[in-house]
C-alpha cells in the first residue's frame, strides 16, 4: 500500500488547523483516511477556552482510533461517538452550546478486503479513481449551495445558516449532527485509490480552475501532494488582491492532501 500526507498551514505565524491521518488495524487487513478542517473561529470567540487545533487534534485522534477498530459499526455512528468522545474532554470547562464552538469538516474513508466506505461532512472532498483511471469526486455541496447574500465569503457566512435546516453542517459538539453526513459504500475492487483534500487544496480545482479533478489527480500521482500545495501558494501569491477570486477569505489557507492507494 502507498500513502502520502501533506499539510500545510497557510500562515506560518499560525498553527495548523487541519488534521490528516492514515489508520492502519493491526491486522493488516484494510485501512483508513481522516482529514479534517477545523473552521477558523470568528474575533469574537467561541465559548471554548481550547483552541481549533486542539480540537481537530482530538476528534482526528479518536476518528482514526475508532474507524479502524471498528470495522463494522458504520461511519456516521463512528463519527457520533468520536463527537461525543471529544465533547466529553471539555464540557466541564467550555460552553459547547455556543454556535461558533470549535468544529471541523470532516472526510472519512475506510476500506476493508470487500467494500470501500466513505462520510463527507461539510467542503472537503474525496477522489476515488477506478482501475481503469476514471476519477469520481465525492463532496458534500450544501455549503456551495448557500445563497451569496448569505456569505460574503468562503468563512464569513449567516451564522444562522451553520449547523442548521437549509444550511450545511460540521461537526461540533453535537453528536446528532453524524447522521447529516453525505454516506455510501463501494465495491473494493472499483477502487484504485482515494486522495483527500480540504477547500485549502481543492483550491485548485474550485476556486482557480487549474484543471478538473482527474488532472488535479493525475498531478497528485505524478508529482506529488507536495506539489499540488505549492502550485496552489503559487496562484494564492499571485493573486493576492483577491479581485480575480473574490470568494477567497484568506489568502492562503491551510491545506491537506492524503492520497492512498489501498
Excluded at 502520502?4 to 493488516?28: H, K, Q, T
Excluded at 454516506?183 to 483527500?196: H, M
Excluded at 489568502?251 to 491537506?256: P, V
Amino acid at each position: 500500500m502507498r500513502t502520502e500526507i501533506v499539510s500545510e498551514p497557510g500562515d506560518p505565524d499560525r498553527p495548523n488547523e487541519d488534521f490528516a491521518a492514515v489508520g492502519l488495524p493491526a491486522s493488516g487487513q484494510g485501512g483508513a483516511v481522516v482529514v479534517l478542517d477545523g473552521v477558523t473561529p470568528p474575533a469574537d470567540g467561541t465559548g471554548c477556552r481550547h483552541s481549533v487545533p486542539w480540537y481537530t487534534a482530538r476528534l482526528g485522534g479518536a476518528l482514526t482510533e475508532l474507524t479502524v477498530s471498528l470495522p463494522d459499526v458504520p461511519l456516521s455512528d463512528v463519527l457520533a461517538r468520536a463527537i461525543t468522545r471529544t465533547a466529553g474532554a471539555h464540557a466541564q470547562t467550555c460552553d459547547l452550546s455556543h454556535p461558533r464552538t470549535p468544529q471541523a469538516t470532516v472526510t472519512l474513508a475506510r476500506w476493508t478486503p470487500d467494500v470501500v466506505d466513505y462520510l463527507l461532512l461539510a467542503d472537503s472532498a474525496l477522489l476515488v479513481e477506478s482501475p481503469d483511471g476514471t476519477v469520481t469526486a465525492l463532496l458534500d455541496d450544501r455549503l456551495a449551495r448557500i445563497p451569496a447574500a448569505a456569505r460574503t465569503s468562503d468563512a464569513v457566512i449567516d451564522a444562522t445558516l451553520r449547523n442548521k435546516e437549509g444550511g450545511f453542517w460540521t461537526a461540533a459538539a453535537d453528536p446528532s449532527v453524524a447522521a447529516r453526513a453525505v454516506t455510501g459504500t463501494l465495491p473494493r475492487d472499483r477502487v484504485r485509490s482515494l486522495t483527500a483534500l480540504t477547500d485549502g487544496a481543492a483550491r485548485w480545482v474550485e476556486k482557480f480552475r487549474e484543471g478538473d479533478w482527474s488532472q488535479c489527480l493525475a498531478l497528485v500521482r505524478k508529482e506529488g501532494a507536495r506539489s499540488l500545495v505549492a502550485r496552489v501558494r503559487a496562484l494564492e501569491t499571485a493573486d493576492r488582491d483577491r479581485r480575480a477570486h473574490l470568494r477567497r477569505s484568506k489568502t492562503h489557507d491551510d491545506a491537506t492532501v492524503v492520497h492512498a492507494e489501498p
